[in-house]
């Protein structure tokens, strides 16, 4: 049986973003590419990119990209999304490709302190240094600033794994949900038997605006569990409701590495009246997931939200690859360690991974900046509050 739609785009994700990024890569040389220096080569065994502009001003912009897919080969280099708008500001950045490929926010966010130690040995300490992260990148934004704040003054997250191993919980969660809605093993399945599975779970539930009992349960279960009643909530499950399941036994397309953090034990399933089943019920019955033993440590251990500088997060509203559970969770976070003055977070309403307009990323690294330069504190949303009125813009 033919591997669904989606799964079969997902599988294929990492080697197009790879390639993707290549090209993207060799044509990023701004208008004004006289004006800067750029550098390229290895370091520690991970390629890397430095943009310097003619007439830096001491800012440094160290970026981290997000996850390029399972493989042995060493990452690769990304131009960042916010490059034009930091050199036209004279503001440097750098950006490691990582020594490896997979899901490794620990070991590249030494690739990235060490690219760092790099730039300050060619080019002298910058005043100031913001660590910009998109998707994976945004577990190694939280974590400089919380482990390295010396080295990181600021932070900003697009689409980010801003509750780190969060994110693992919540893939565990939802297929939790989807099996104990549907009848279906999906925890259990294997790559031979998964394709068989995900049809049967999709016979059984329906799909997203054409949904069986089932499916109008499993529905109202995963929605509060992303968070809410999100704009554009249905474009995001057509999306994504199949690439979000996730075997106890990761496929060859999903990191294992990542999964053997997973712990569901402390998640509070949420389900709307009148669809015949009580959350009581729901939570009592629904399986759970263990970490393997060791696990949750370093870089996988839960965020403190202790910051001791300016983060800014951007998340689209219906993304369910990182959904804006993440980034509220990361606000409870703060709440509890008395920190939340230094989190501004902002949405966008659409349902695609990591797609905000330019101005909107521009406008909120520019807004970053006067906050760390000159205090100005950005507007931004209450992602505790009422979700159905998200959509910074």
């Not at 390029?68 to 280099?77: N, W």
């Not at 529905?219 to 809410?228: K, T």
């Amino acid at each position: 049986m033919a591997r669904p739609e989606r799964d079969a785009l997902t599988v294929r994700a990492g080697v197009w973003r790879r390639i993707l990024a290549a090209v993207f890569l060799l044509a990023a040389a701004p208008a004004f590419a006289d004006e800067v220096q750029v550098l390229q080569g290895t370091h520690d065994d991970a390629p890397y990119r430095i943009d310097m502009p003619a007439h830096w001003n001491g800012g440094l912009v160290m970026f981290v990209h997000g996850y390029g897919g399972e493989g042995t080969a060493r990452g690769g280099v990304e131009y960042p999304r916010i490059g034009d708008v930091a050199l036209k500001g004279n503001y440097a950045w750098a950006g490691s490709g990582y020594r490896s490929q997979g899901y490794h926010p620990d070991l590249f966010l030494a690739d990235t302190i060490a690219l760092r130690e790099m730039f300050i040995a060619r080019f002298g300490t910058p005043r100031w240094t913001i660590l910009y992260g998109e998707s994976m990148g945004g577990h190694m934004v939280v974590a400089g600033l919380e482990r390295h704040p010396d080295l990181f003054q600021a932070g900003l997250a697009e689409c980010g794994v801003v509750d780190g191993v969060g994110l693992i919980d919540w893939y565990y969660a939802y297929t939790a949900a989807a099996q104990y809605f549907s009848g279906v093993p999906l925890l259990d399945a294997t790559a031979a038997d998964y394709d068989r599975r995900v049809a049967e779970f999709v016979a059984r539930i329906g799909k997203p605006g054409a949904y069986t009992e089932r499916g109008r349960r499993f529905d109202s279960a995963v929605r509060a569990l992303a968070g809410g009643d999100m704009p554009a909530w249905g474009d995001g499950m057509a999306k994504h409701y199949l690439e979000d399941l996730w075997p106890r036994v990761p496929l060859p397309r999903q990191s294992a590495e990542f999964a053997r953090h997973a712990d569901t034990r402390g998640i509070v399933y949420g389900i709307a009246p009148g669809l015949g089943i009580d959350a009581a019920t729901l939570n009592r019955d629904i399986p759970r997931i263990v970490p393997a033993a060791g696990a949750r440590t370093g870089i996988f251990a839960p965020f403190t939200g202790r910051l001791r500088g300016p983060l800014m997060t951007l998340h689209d509203t219906a993304d369910l690859d990182v959904p804006v559970r993440m980034a509220q969770n990361y606000r409870r976070r703060t709440l509890a360690a008395g920190t939340s003055a230094l989190l501004v977070q902002r949405t966008q309403t659409r349902s695609d991974h990591c797609d905000f307009s330019q101005p909107l990323r521009d406008e909120t690294f520019t807004d970053l900046v006067a906050w760390l330069e000159r205090g100005i504190v950005p507007k931004g949303e209450d992602l505790l509050g009422d979700v159905t009125k998200l959509g910074f813009r």
